[in-house]
T-cell receptor, first 112, second 115 residues
Framework: GDSVTQMEGPVTLSEEAFLTINCTYT??????LFWYVQYPGEGLQLLLK?????DKGSNKGFEATYRKETTSFHLEKGSVQVSDSAVYFC???????????FGSGTRLSIRP | NAGVTQTPKFQVLKTGQSMTLQCAQD?????MYWYRQDPGMGLRLIYY???????DKGEVPNGYNVSRLNKREFSLRLESAAPSQTSVYFC??????????????FGPGTRLTVL
């Protein structure tokens, strides 16, 4: 079945550092891919998404490119801020499914 | 426009007690979902409702029941709570169940502890 694997955390960086959180997936067909973010004490909210190969999703300085050849959707940001401290979830919706499959989440902490 | 609301925010139960978690959305979405979030395990789907009048099991349905009361409301019931059901529960909704690009909108969560 469909699945998502993302790098384990926690990830701790200094402010203004470059961020990469790896995500790979297994799915048949052409899934849609998502990154969700969960700030402390809140529910998840969509950060960005991509619906077909080579699409780049972007929002709030974060980017991720849908790479079908490597089945990956890595999240990147050039310069992180303390306010980016949160848990990040990679997710996919399969081409014939009404459900979203979530990865296990990566906790990111940014030091001032 | 409140989005997705959940009640209660916190609850402590004793083993064997029952309770219902309430969820409502005001975005006229067709599909609604219940997840549980446990440390290191991400979100796991308990039940979902692709449209009013239908419900389906997700990944971890045992010990739970759901009711899609109307288009707005989707409740989750624990008939006989167990310590293994200690978790944070999230409700979510989307516009269409089969939409490829649909965003899921999440409620703030209910933190449940079963002693």
């Amino acid at each position: 079945g469909d699945s998502v694997t993302q790098m384990e955390g926690p990830v701790t960086l200094s402010e203004e550092a470059f961020l990469t959180i790896n995500c790979t997936y297994t799915a048949t067909g052409y899934p849609s891919l998502f990154w969700y973010v969960q700030y402390p004490g809140e529910g998840l909210q969509l950060l960005l998404k991509a619906t077909k190969a080579d699409d780049k999703g972007s929002n709030k300085g974060f980017e991720a490119t849908y790479r079908k050849e490597t089945t990956s959707f890595h999240l990147e940001k050039g310069s992180v801020q303390v306010s980016d401290s949160a848990v990040y979830f990679c997710a996919l919706r399969g081409s014939s499914a009404s459900k979203i499959i979530f990865g296990s989440g990566t906790r990111l902490s940014i030091r001032p | 426009n409140a989005g997705v609301t959940q009640t209660p925010k916190f609850q402590v139960l004793k083993t064997g007690q029952s309770m219902t978690l309430q969820c409502a959305q005001d975005m006229n979405h067709n599909s609604m979902y219940w997840y549980r979030q446990d440390p290191g395990m991400g979100l796991r789907l308990i039940y979902y409702s692709a449209s009013e009048g239908t419900t389906d099991k997700g990944e971890v349905p045992n010990g739970y029941n759901v009711s899609r009361l109307n288009k707005r409301e989707f409740s989750l019931r624990l008939e006989s709570a167990a310590p293994s059901q200690t978790s944070v529960y999230f409700c979510a909704s989307t516009t269409r169940g089969a939409g490829m690009t649909d965003t899921q909108y999440f409620g703030p969560g209910t933190r449940l502890t079963v002693l």
